[in-house]
């Protein structure tokens, strides 16, 4: 592909990807293909599209202001460490994943996502009725949050729905909550992780700040969209799309 056709092809699956994102999810199921499928090496792609929706925590965090400020400090911050410790173990895990090796996996990963994704709402019902009959996990909350800060740090997609379900079953009964907290986790291991992308020259810049700028104009539109839009049919293009993408992947890996 020549310059501009690439140029637009990562800006529109970065536009999307922030309607996506601020509606129902599923975002990095069109920025990372889009960004091997330009030609960038699967693991700079990773590192690039987690880049690239990173400011979309920002905003989200921002919105929950008024339900973080009524959570215990030191529980934040405790569980803000173990974000950041996982974000950039998980960042680290990745840049030390030989190519080859990565590139076999990443079909598996989008298909797990997918999945993930997929069965999300299932998955919150039951940890909802787990958390309310009182068979929460609540000893289980900070180590199930390492580790899946360690998988967020290494593939972003389904994370959001990990942590909400982590939280639910941990015994948070306040859906507000569970967001807010959801929110601010993903903005630190997101942060601390590329960050380590950056220091270890992971980012194709180029590409990720055409599509950070691209993400954040999506993120804005999609926030004034979701009135419109029937976050069910959101859901189901974006399942469509992840199982579209997995198999091109499980093919290109053939």
């Known amino acids: 592909m020549d310059f ?3 140029s637009l092809l990562l800006a529109v699956a970065a536009f999307a990807a922030g309607v996506l994102n601020a509606i129902a999810g599923g975002g990095s199921f069109l920025t990372f293909p889009a960004l091997v499928f330009a030609g960038v090496p699967p693991i700079m792609a990773n590192a690039t599209s ?62 797990f996502a997918t999945a993930l ?29 390492l580790l899946v800060a360690i998988y967020g740090g290494y593939f972003n997609g389904g994370l959001g729905i990990l942590l909400m379900a982590l939280y639910t079953v941990a015994g948070e009964s306040r859906i507000h909550t569970v967001n807010a907290l959801k929110n601010l986790n993903s903005l630190v291991l997101s942060w601390l992780a590329v960050g380590a ?20 104009a999506g993120g804005f539109f999609g926030a004034r969209w979701s009135r419109r839009l029937p ?21 290109r890996s053939a």
């Open 117 to 145: 994704f997929a069965v999300g709402p299932v998955l919150a019902r039951r940890a909802q009725a787990a958390s309310h009959s009182g068979q929460g996990l609540a000893a289980w909350r900070e180590p199930g949050l």
């Open 231 to 251: 976050a069910q049919w959101v859901r189901v293009g974006v399942i469509v799309t992840g199982l579209v993408m997995s198999a091109l992947f499980f093919a």
């Open 50 to 111: 987690a880049l690239a929706v990173s400011p979309g925590y920002l905003g989200s965090t921002l919105g929950f202001r008024a339900e973080l400020r009524e959570l215990p400090t030191r529980r934040l911050q405790r569980e803000m460490t173990l974000s950041a410790v996982g974000g950039v173990a998980g960042a680290l895990l990745l840049l030390v994943t030989p190519s080859h090796v990565f590139a076999g996996i990443v079909p598996w990963l989008l298909l």
């Open 4 to 6: 501009w056709t690439t």
């Open 197 to 216: 992308f950056v220091l270890a020259g992971a980012i194709a810049w180029k590409e990720g700040l055409l599509m950070m700028v691209a993400a954040t």
